[in-house]
């Protein structure tokens, strides 16, 4: 059955949306936990299956980014591999074929237990989806993930039980050129995938699907660019900072006075050149040594959030920069004593996690820029 065709509207918690059908809002079950927060825009085309249980009437199977449907439903990816691994379409799996599935080994279950039909050995298989991409990176995970990471320490161990560990990306853009560990987002996972590159083997792929998401027609292996995540996924870089202000009032921020806020949301743009997380972290805490001007406005602030870009380049002007294009309004003077930018504080008047302009900065800075 083909896919019924919506748009999108909003999401209401992880795994509920509201999409509107044929001029009517219905709520769909979303299988996908992940922020998804440059797929799931208010107005973007999504791909429904009708639910044959539960209580919502939908369930959203994907949608469509640049032109091509992203699917977004993890539970039907191993579907797919399964059939691209029985019909040989994955280079490097071509002399495997499917023993098992769902493979219970200590605490975790895993996708697939394959066997070389040539040699007899036994690989151990888990499969993750990948829906975080820019125009020629991925990444992965879009979310932090300990289940993720302790996937990969248990494959890792595989050995002991017979089997060769393995763990496969799969991104759901055929574009993309490479694939990296969001080190960005989860550094825990990203320091478990280099440490244990040499003991389990890493893979990406992309494919490509039909618009109905029937079939998946092209399938390409990513390159790893370890020498990226050496350099980059260090405890330093830029950061965006969003707090929100719940009603218009005047706050004392230090040397540059009392200054009028309006109720809305700001972003401020920061870096550290180490201890990036513990600047991060002492940003949220209410209770600190006011020290810089932004010290000021998080302690009356409330939802704040940082989005850490880890990289070894000075990236806070530009990053500055780019967002005065697309405020609302900007704070003069805040956050820039020390450069010649008008300022690094930002106000929009609606979240700007909802904004495709931001999170199209956002991902620019986190993956294109990268290669």
Not at 126 to 145: I, Q, R, W, Y
Not at 328 to 353: M, Q, R, T, V
């Amino acid at each position: 059955m083909k896919p019924v065709r919506g748009i999108f509207i909003e999401r209401v918690n992880r795994f509920v949306v509201k999409v509107k059908i044929d001029g009517k809002t219905f709520s769909a079950y979303l299988p996908n936990p992940g922020r998804l927060w440059e797929l799931l825009i208010e107005g973007r085309e999504v791909l429904l299956g009708i639910a044959k249980r539960g209580k919502f009437p939908y369930i959203l199977l994907g949608c469509i980014k640049n032109g091509h449907p992203v699917l977004l439903h993890t539970h039907l990816t191993n579907k797919i591999v399964k059939e691209l691994i029985e019909e040989k379409k994955i280079p490097f799996l071509k002399p495997y074929r499917v023993l098992k599935e769902e493979v219970k080994l200590n605490a975790s279950r895993f996708d697939f237990l394959l066997q070389n039909e040539l040699s007899g050995e036994k690989l151990l298989l888990e499969v993750k989806t990948c829906t975080l991409f820019g125009k020629n990176v991925a990444m992965f995970p879009d979310a932090v993930t300990e289940r993720g990471k302790r996937h990969l320490y248990e494959l890792s161990e595989a050995g002991r039980h017979g089997y060769k560990g393995a763990c496969l990306f799969v991104v759901m853009n055929p574009d993309v050129k490479f694939f990296l560990p969001a080190y960005h987002i989860d550094f825990e996972f990203s320091k478990a995938f280099m440490e244990l590159r040499k003991k389990v083997n890493l893979w990406a792929i992309s494919i490509k699907s039909k618009e109905d998401l029937s079939e998946f027609e092209m399938v390409r292996e990513l390159d790893i660019p370890y020498h990226i995540i050496e350099r980059e996924a260090q405890n330093k870089g830029t950061y965006f900072l969003i707090l929100e202000i719940p009603y218009d009032r005047k706050i004392k921020t230090g040397g540059l006075g009392y200054i009028y806020f309006r109720k809305g949301f700001y972003v401020y743009v920061g870096s550290a050149r180490r201890n990036l997380l513990q600047r991060t972290e002492r940003h949220l805490k209410k209770r600190k040594k006011l020290r810089w001007h932004i010290d000021y406005l998080t302690g009356e602030a409330k939802n704040l959030k940082t989005l850490l870009i880890r990289t070894s380049k000075d990236l806070e002007c530009e990053m500055a920069e780019k967002l005065s294009y697309i405020a609302d309004d900007k704070i003069h003077k805040f956050g820039a004593g020390d450069c010649g930018c008008p300022s690094h504080l930002f106000y929009f008047s609606h979240n700007p996690l909802k904004n495709e302009n931001f999170i199209n900065i956002l991902y620019y800075f986190m993956l294109d820029r990268i290669i």
